[in-house]
């Protein structure tokens, strides 16, 4: 005679990596209402369960302060129930309220849709990075020279760093790595931007001019220096032009004419 097997519930399975500790959740969503209280106990017209995937069942949730478990098919005795109230889209639980959180955090249906769990770790981290991030720019604007900054912040202000001193340059350096610390980095790191500030300052000067549908350079006295390529920023382009045989000449010579 075949023995047939009892259905094993699968909470053990789903609970294998529960880690004790207190928790964090936070609505979804960019408007959170001043307080928010979640289902937490069934009822015919609103259902409130999980599918057991072991049992091959649904099974009736209802979150009790006097009982271990969040299935009523587990409960015994008088139940009081318990209510959870998010208030200005947050809720903390402590690791003591073991049944609310495995609620909030595995069982209850809206969990994702209607909140999530904050990862209180990973947002150290992030937060590590964008303040190291942040340093980091900071103390590129000490390190650099003011030239260098200039070609920086031209890309944030256009041609008005041509008329800032060097006290205005640097003070709106530190704003702008504070604002924007990774975009900062990324300039800094561009080898051509103080070649683009370089082909800047020269048209500023009168050196050299850009034609007003911006696609030939030209010296003073109108002898053609380059034609811009269709796809290409007329800057950008000058800054590449001086990296060749021809344009390497012109760069030295602007360069010391600027300064």
Known sequence: MTTQTKPKSSVAEVEKNWVYKDRTYVLTGDNAPVSYTIQTKHNPRKPLMWFDEGLKRNREIRLASNQQSIFADEQEGFVTLTHVMFQDGTLNVPRTEVAMQKLLSIYH???DKKWFEVDMAKKAAD???I???ELKALNLVTELDVEHLEAIMRTELGGSVSSMTSKELKRDAYAFARKNPKLFIELSQDEDIKLRNLANRAVEQGIIALTEDNTVFKFANGKKIMTVPFDQHPYGA?????KTDDGVDLMKSLTKKLN
């Not at 000058?238 to 001086?242: C, G, I, P, S, T």
């Open 109 to 111: 249906p809206e969990k």
């Open 127 to 129: 937060e590590i990075d």
């Open 131 to 133: 303040l190291e991030f």
């Open 238 to 242: 000058l800054a590449q032009y001086f």
